[in-house]
């Protein structure tokens, strides 16, 4: 017998009687979203910027190596994505689009349509994602219904920049991934 | 008392029978002051709690039966303890014999503030008790028997202990920094995990202590047993009592 | 060791014991001020539990459900009936690739399936690349905590072993310093691996994709990079839909920290162009487990931690004193039943108070299963030394003439025996506690004078 029929065996040997699946129901959200994303993004470590700070940001900052896949800061993009994901490992700064975001936890939706490639979000030195503010939702359970039965092969909620507490609890942002996320509400 | 007054089987867990006699008295006396019609069977032993959270569960249907046989009677039990109310309620072997005593028993058996509050409908007591206290909440009366809301849950405060004490005069009760941590008494972890359970002991007195309490009250003498034998042992100098003693006090 | 031992060896040095129990008593109040944002909080909870009920009564539908799902859309799935075959199944794979260094992101099952040291011995090198991982790793220790392992090091542990494997600078504690060096360190590795390991939160049957929940963004950085990725997972960690994640995503950070959600959460449905996906369904015991009815419902844990950042005991004798993979309460009634002789003293390692069981975002009836396995493991033991007592303090209880004789003994024997006795360091109650004053009565005795 093979490990898929043994396995099988064993769980249709036990005659389960059958549990009921529940339906989930619609609960209440916040009723400013846009209030409420900012406020999540912050304690995630996040923080919300206009199109004209991110701007000064890049003036200001003089970073070498900038990816844009967003319409709106198009401009600002100076290379092209590589065949081999590691050759964005001297990525300062990608801006892409977010598809819509979950105000309760500052979590933003992206997939393929999003991301030219996938490690972008995560390689890159610093993030900046792009959302409109008709696209900020209540909460997990409205995302997952705009997601519905999308067949991305890759999709992701990204809340916050990378970060850790594994010393002694002490939060550090910028593990591995990027140092920090700002968020363009647009 | 009153004539229609519902009769109850006063339970006294064995090791208050033995060490804590007051307070076995002030439960008997502050029923009776609330118009109850108290009884105290005088053959009773031991639940078998301590027998069956040791994982002797299936040794303890003697026990059982002999407790079901004292107590069915009552239209009402009532103890001074949240976790012997709990194991005769939850954890007791089921007594096939006595199916249906067993099921009255289990129906109709309360911690003490829990009747006074529940079925007495008593919303507080009156009097004055000018102390600062703090509160231990038991586990099993806290958890199991869901005497007050927990710390874990997101669910309504409420006491139902405290409740009774609300509208004393003078007495200020203390916010703890771990509202209801367990003192580590556990029946025989007590001595199993001896560590464990008198660092335990000493954490909690200590909240009490640097609130700057005077008296540590609580629901279970067990619990109070273990964190009075470390306050003694460690010169603290803290009191503990248990509720019946001060409602049995201050009532008139 | 039993855990009673290891509790008093680590309870000996007070002031890092102390701050063990007060940094995960942080946690835990982090997870208390998140909840209590949430005002649907319980219900949630329950919808979690019904979820996790109801995919277990059908577990055999929906893992060839997964399989299907996962296999249309491209990734390769594995069954392995134990350990062994989950880590030959990892070889093989590395073995077609040549491969001989890996990446791996944090995983339970790995660890409870002891990958590293099988895959070591083939000589190919492992690297852990969650930051807590990696400190453990350079240590050779195992986690302590399922969310948090390196939690029993303090800062300057770590510094000493990072000093010693990352050449920085000695002394030097700063967990922003530490960290960076760290993301230097593992930057390379990810760069150069071609094979990545991940574990999986949870799987959906219906569309057949996993989802994998970091903060690092340590998972991600391993397999995008690679061409291969290896997912493994428990067969318990299924559930029915996609829209279910709504109702464990909002349950798993707030439980786990206190976060509202964790920064990445990565849903992997196929792989990209040209690369490969496996996913290996593991049983290891878990069949067994779910034949168990009492203890059935210990599957359906999402690994969150709360459980152990509450629990009084783990708090105060650390994750090494259970000697399990999963320590804490999970780990103490998920363990015996994998070997009940050598984990026989972790459903005692507990006073049942039921704080475990109340932050459990899956309503496991922790303390309620820890009961049953002593009532398990005292049947198994047969009469033992505390078997006998016991039977003997039945036998008093049960004659109310035996219990007054037996407790009138005691209270005068207590009173004659000199302290040195009733104080004896073998004594366990004695030795940092006091035994009540005796009064001269019993209640018993009282009751018949004055009623
Ligand atoms: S048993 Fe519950 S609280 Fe403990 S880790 Fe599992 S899901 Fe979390």
Known sequence: MSSKESILAAIKGLNMEEKPLPEIPDFAVASDLVEAYTHSLNANKGTVVSKVELEQMIADTGFAKIYSSSPSFASYSNCEVPQHPADFADLDLAIIEGQFASAENAAIWLDESNLDLRAIPFITAHLVIVIRKENILGNMH????????????????????????????????????????????? | MKKDAPHIGLFIPCYIDQFYPNVAIASLELLEKLGCKVTYPLGQTCCGQPMSNAGFESKTTDTTSKFIRDFAKFDYIVAPSGSCVLHVKEHSPKIDKLKKNQEHLQANIYELSEFITDVLKVDSIKGSFPHKIGFHASCHGLRGLRLASDSELNEPVFNKTLQLMKDLEGLEIVELTRKDECCGFGGTFAVSEEAISVQMGKDRIADHVDKGVEIIVGGDMSCIMHMQGIATRDKEKIQLMHFAEILNQVIS | ????????????????????????????????????????????????????????????????????????NGIKVHWAENAEEHNQIIGKILDEKKCKAIVKSKSI????????????????????????????????????????????????????????KLHTEKGNVDPVYLTHAAR?????????????????????????????????????????????????????????????????LRLLARSATGQSITNYNSHFRSPSPGKELHLILVNNGRTKQLAREKFRNSLKC???????????????????????????????????????????????????CGSCSDVCPVKINIHEQLYEWRQEITKAQGSSLKGLSMKLANGIFKSPLAYRISGKMMRASLKTLPDSIIYNPLNAWGKGRNLPDLPSESFKDWYKKNR
């Open chain 3, 184 to 248: 230097l360190h593992l930057r390379e590795k990810f760069l150069q691996a071609k094979v990545a390991i991940t574990g999986v939160n949870f799987a959906v049957a219906e569309t057949g994709e996993f989802v994998v929940c970091t903060n690092e963004g340590n998972a991600d950085m391993g397999v995008h990079l690679a061409d291969t990725h290896i997912a493994c997972m428990g067969i318990e960690k299924l559930i029915p839909r996609r829209k279910d994640l709504g109702v464990f």
């Open chain 3, 1 to 72: 060791m039993s855990h009673p031992e290891n509790a008093t060896v680590f309870l000996k040095d007070k002031a890092r014991a102390k701050w063990h129990d007060d940094t995960l008593w942080i946690v835990r109040q982090k997870r208390d001020v998140t909840i209590h944002q949430i005002p649907e909080w319980e219900k949630l909870r329950e919808l979690a539990s019904q979820i996790k009920d109801h995919t277990l009564s059908k577990l055999d539908f929906y893992l060839e459900e997964l399989e299907k799902n996962a296999t249309a």
């Open chain 3, 302 to 352: 999402i690994r969150c931690g709360a459980c152990m950042n509450t629990c009084p005991i783990y708090r105060r004798s650390g994750g090494f004193s259970y000697g399990s993979t999963v320590p804490g309460p999970i780990g103490s009634i998920l363990s015996p039943g994998i070997d009940m002789k050598k984990y026989s003293t972790l459903p005692f390692a507990s006073t049942l």
């Open chain 1, 142 to 186: 409205e995302a997952y219904q705009r997601i519905g039965a999308t067949k991305s092969g890759f999709g992701v909620f990204i809340a916050g920049p990378s970060k850790t507490a594994d010393i002694e609890q002490s939060l550090v942002v910028g593990a591995h991934g990027a140092m920090s996320l700002r968020v363009v509400i647009l």
């Open chain 3, 109 to 164: 099952l790995t660890e409870e399936c002891h990958l590293n040291p099988f895959l070591e011995e083939k000589g190919i090198e492992v690297v852990d690349t969650d930051l807590g991982e990696r400190i453990i790793q350079f240590l050779k220790q195992p986690p302590s905590h399922i969310v948090m392992p390196a939690i029993h090091l303090k800062k300057s542990d770590i510094s000493e072993i990072f000093h010693e």
